[in-house]
């Protein structure tokens, strides 16, 4: 008489122990071990495993299998490292699946030796599981070669081998494999339609969806959240109201995950009022949906509004914070990005990651709080992420910023594996602080480091060459920009060398360079004129083109106040005191005010902002107002008194 297969396993584990009861025991015990694994209990699913006097193949695997719903998986490996019988393809699948969700390499090729030797290859779940591995730890040359060896392939092996093509962005290999596939299957169509999402070519991923529907294959949420997440690399949203037409139509917006992705593509466009009205017509919303509201409202400057939501919000996690904090800190508001970093801190089960830290860092960057940034570095330190780049970065951009030039070298020279956001870091720290020489030559360490230089390398080195008058060296680094790297200038650049040419007397040229790129920077063309007003100095005027830059800046936009405060501060530089007084009542008639100036001390931990125009300053502000004067006051006559010294401390 046959027996089926579950009889067959059974009368096998019979004939190995002995007698039934012996038999029942183990079967109780393993059983167990399966029901906590079910429930994801692996601590109580070992607890019964070491309790086992004996353990055969069944009961190994099903506490592997714990720790593989446990989403433990180094105890899986560890576990599997200790077998006392003979791993099966059951234990040698587990095995894998535990090094791919480490994306350990090291560990998947010891399993792969092992499991030829044990002579297990031929097993459709041990060749599929292989391929996983390897594509999972970015291996795929491996994972081709371990899909050609299998001789036998299901749906599940063609699209592992496509995933890892996909995530190497191997976009014509991903091709070719999948036109070899026998059947496509949705999941394969929508791995392909990533491959060129990811890749920025949002014309293919549309020309690939067409084919899909073509050959009778059905977009799901998934397809429409790819679709949708291509759209934002366009330059205009009419693809995406396309796509959300198809998912209105196939009733897949009712899905949370297609809203959070139609979401943010109309944020990137700025359409908030179609992603307030998609948010609010959701019936099950997710805690990304409400991230993705609070980043796109953060993103348009509504900061009030991310707040009062962000506060709302029934659920948060590290990213809602994150995306609060950097909306704080984009938009100006550095003292409120870090009142909530320190909230974070104090909470119990929200714990910052480095993309906070990058966070907080960019707004004690934007308002110079070197304390603060001191703090957060100790932070970061403590928590472990110093040594993350996008931390090491951040941590140099404040320390630069914040004039601590020192301290951004430092965390410079610990990093081990630079990229191209560290080189251009630095050296734009040294720009800004005016260190013109280190900056220079930390491009040249950069380049003798086969390191590509970009546009902002290069706004950095004009910056440098801007602020320390380094005309030539400023020229040569622009067109070597234009004719060398093949960059196309942005305003940034222009205005930096503008800023050169003018300071430098050069007004002339300055003013052909403008027209010569007047397309480049017609949308900034005020902030031009601007700069190049001043950036003039009293001995390098030229009245009649400072006249017509000045006068032109009041034509275009009258209803500013840079025009008509240049062209009265070049006036009254000429001695035309008359003609000034003119454009100041101008101005006043047009009611337009001047922007006040602005500066802040940080004494003790807090910040005092000083406005010009007069504000009421109690006794102390007024102390430190006369402590800061005495301290000038002496500083200079420090320096004049030097002056009036010979080498020898001998008056002259």
């Known amino acids: 008489m046959s027996l089926n297969p579950q009889a067959g396993r059974a009368a ?70 200790r077998m006392r019988v003979a791993p099966d393809a059951f234990s040698i699948t587990a095995a894998l699946s535990a ?4 994306r350990c390499p090291a560990a998947g090729v010891q399993l792969h030796a092992r499991l030829l030797r044990l002579g297990l290859r031929a097993a459709l779940p041990v060749g599929n599981a292989l391929v996983a591995m390897y594509a999972r730890c970015a291996r795929e040359d491996d994972a081709a070669r371990a899909f050609r060896e299998m001789r036998e392939r299901n749906a599940l092996s063609w699209c592992s081998l496509l995933n890892a093509y996909v995530a190497s962005s191997r976009m014509k290999l991903a091709q070719e494999l999948f036109d070899e596939m026998p059947a496509a299957s949705s999941v394969a169509w929508n791995t392909l339609l990533t491959g060129y999402s990811r890749s920025s070519n949002a014309k293919k991923c549309f020309l690939v969806f067409n084919k899909m529907r073509v050959s009778g294959i059905s977009c799901d949420d998934a397809t429409l959240c790819i679709l949708i997440d291509a759209c934002t690399e366009l330059p205009y949203p009419s693809t995406g109201f396309a796509v959300h037409k198809i998912a209105v139509q196939s009733g897949w917006n009712a899905v949370p995950e297609v809203s959070n992705s139609l979401i943010s593509f109309y944020s990137k466009f700025s359409l908030l009022d179609h992603a307030v009205k998609i948010f609010k017509s959701m019936e099950s919303r997710t805690v990304v949906s409400w991230n993705s509201l609070i980043d796109a409202y953060t993103r348009l400057g509504h900061i009030e509004q991310a707040a009062v939501l962000f506060r709302s919000a029934p659920e948060t996690n590290v990213i809602s914070w994150t995306a609060m904090i950097g909306g704080f800190a984009r938009n100006g508001y550095a003292e409120e990005a870090l009142a909530l970093f320190t909230k974070i801190l104090a909470e119990k089960n929200m714990q910052p990651d480095h993309f906070t830290l990058g966070a907080v860092l960019h707004a004690s960057a934007t308002a110079a709080y070197l304390t603060s940034g001191r703090m957060i570095h100790a932070c970061a330190f403590q928590r472990g992420f110093a040594s993350y780049l996008y931390v090491a970065n951040s941590l140099m951009a404040m320390y630069a910023k914040c004039g601590d030039v020192e301290g951004a070298s430092n965390i410079f020279n610990d990093v081990l594996q630079k990229d191209l956001v560290s080189w251009n870091t630095m050296l734009f720290g040294f720009a800004i602080n005016g260190w013109a020489n280190e900056a220079l030559a930390m491009y040249e360490t950069m380049l003798s480091h086969d390191v590509c230089p970009d546009e902002v390398t290069f706004a950095g080195l004009l910056t440098g060459c801007s602020h320390c008058g380094l005309l030539d060296q400023g020229r040569a680094f622009f067109e070597s920009m234009v004719s060398v790297h093949r960059l196309k200038p942005s305003p940034e650049h222009l205005a930096s060398v503008l800023d050169m040419y003018a300071r430098s007397g050069n007004i002339k040229k300055a003013i052909e360079m403008l027209d010569q790129y007047s397309d480049t920077v017609q949308p900034h063309i005020s902030d031009m004129r601007e700069a190049l007003l001043s950036a003039y100095s009293s001995g390098n005027l030229d009245v009649r083109i400072g006249r017509s830059v000045g006068s032109s800046m009041v034509l275009m936009e009258p209803e500013k106040d840079a025009g008509y405060v240049m062209l009265s501060n070049l006036l009254c530089a000429i001695g035309q005191w008359t003609e000034a007084e003119q454009v100041r009542r101008t101005m006043s008639e047009h009611g337009v005010k001047k922007s006040p100036g602005c500066s802040w001390i940080q004494v003790m931990g807090a910040i005092k902002v000083f406005v010009s125009g007069g504000q009421e300053l109690n006794s102390i502000e007024c102390d430190i107002i006369h402590l800061l004067d005495d301290e000038m006051r002496s500083t200079m006559h420090r320096c004049i008194v030097g002056q009036d010294m010979d080498r020898e401390g001998n008056p002259t």
């Open 99 to 102: 090094a791919s969700a480490l």
């Open 12 to 81: 096998a584990r019979v004939a190995e122990h002995g007698a039934p009861s012996t038999f029942a025991g183990l079967a109780a015990a393993t059983s167990r071990i399966a029901s906590h694994g079910c429930a994801g209990k692996a601590a109580a699913a070992r607890a019964v495993f070491d309790a086992m006097p004996r353990r055969d193949a069944v009961a190994w695997n099903a506490m592997l299998t714990a720790y593989a719903r446990a989403d433990q998986p180094r105890a899986a490996l560890a576990l599997f490292a």
